[in-house]
């Protein structure tokens, strides 16, 4: 069967084969990771069993004045492992993320926090997604995941801000915001300024966890009550969520008419 539809410089493939390839091997991942961080199979390895704690002992704990400092100045690389270790450890998770916004991408798509460009990379495979906004604040990221779109022939489709600023787009139709929110100074202004870049028919895909875990694995998170309660009164009064079957915490939304 024929899964691979070519078409000018675009590689274009369908949602089964996407999802296949991701669980297969995420996207080539691995490699992916040893070329652009020029390490071997061995170190990469022992780098990504340390992942998740190494990120951890990197924050600076309540010292930290300015939490955007965490991801510009702080994380370098350690941000790639600790994410590549999870989508890897997870894939049954991720992918059904990837299934949920196969329902919903269409169009322009901006992926705010995008990391190491998982669901940007499937939404650019996809023939119904007609440009990607890699949106991240990590340099580190931006350029791994550029690496990795001309690596896989998609790199035509997406382009690469540190802002939404930076993408000089007005309107999106789609928006994907995943285990982001909760790295934010103000997730509540966050999902204000979605909402301004959304017309009646754009969809936006969310997740949070403010949550620091059971033993303060994720320093990192915001969990201040007043910040998550501004966080779901904003939302609960712009958007409204819409219905998908997919039995996973991330939730879609479209804007309060
Ligand atoms: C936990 S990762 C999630 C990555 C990806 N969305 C995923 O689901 O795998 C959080 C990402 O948000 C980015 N980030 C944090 N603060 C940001 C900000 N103010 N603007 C843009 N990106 C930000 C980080 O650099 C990191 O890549």
Not at 114 to 124: D, F, K, V
Not at 188 to 208: H, K, R, V
Not at 226 to 234: D, S
Request: charged share 25%; proline share 2%; with cysteine.
């Amino acid at each position: 069967m024929i899964f691979v539809l070519e078409t000018k410089s675009k590689k274009l493939k369908n949602n089964s084969f996407i999802l296949k390839e991701f669980l297969d091997n995420a996207f080539n991942l691995k490699s992916h990771l040893m070329e652009f961080l020029s390490i071997s199979e061995c170190d990469l390895d022992g780098f990504l069993a340390n992942a998740k704690t190494n990120l951890a002992n990197s924050h600076p704990g309540d010292n930290l004045s300015d939490v955007a400092d965490f991801y510009t100045e702080i994380v370098g690389d350690r941000h790639l492992a600790d994410l590549a270790a999870w989508h890897i450890t997870s894939k049954d998770y991720i992918a059904d993320t990837l299934k949920l916004q196969q329902r919903f991408s269409r169009d322009l798509v901006l992926d705010f926090g995008g990391g190491i460009g998982t669901h940007a990379l499937a939404n650019a495979m996809s023939s119904r997604v007609e440009h990607v906004f890699f949106v991240d604040i990590n340099e580190t990221n931006r350029k791994f995941v550029e690496y990795r779109a001309k690596e896989l022939g998609v790199e035509k489709k997406l382009t690469f801000c540190k802002t939404i600023k930076d993408t000089k787009i007005s309107k999106f139709d789609t928006i994907v915001c995943l285990d982001v929110l909760e790295h934010l100074a103000n997730p509540d202004s966050q999902i204000e300024i979605f909402n301004e870049i959304m017309d009646c028919n754009s969809i936006a895909l969310f997740n949070w966890y403010f949550y620091k875990g059971d033993n303060n694995e994720y320093p990192f998170h915001i969990d201040d009550s007043q910040i998550v309660e501004r966080f779901f009164k904003t939302l609960q009064s712009k958007f409204l969520e819409v219905f998908h079957p997919i039995l996973i915490t991330t939730r879609v939304y479209k804007k309060f008419k």
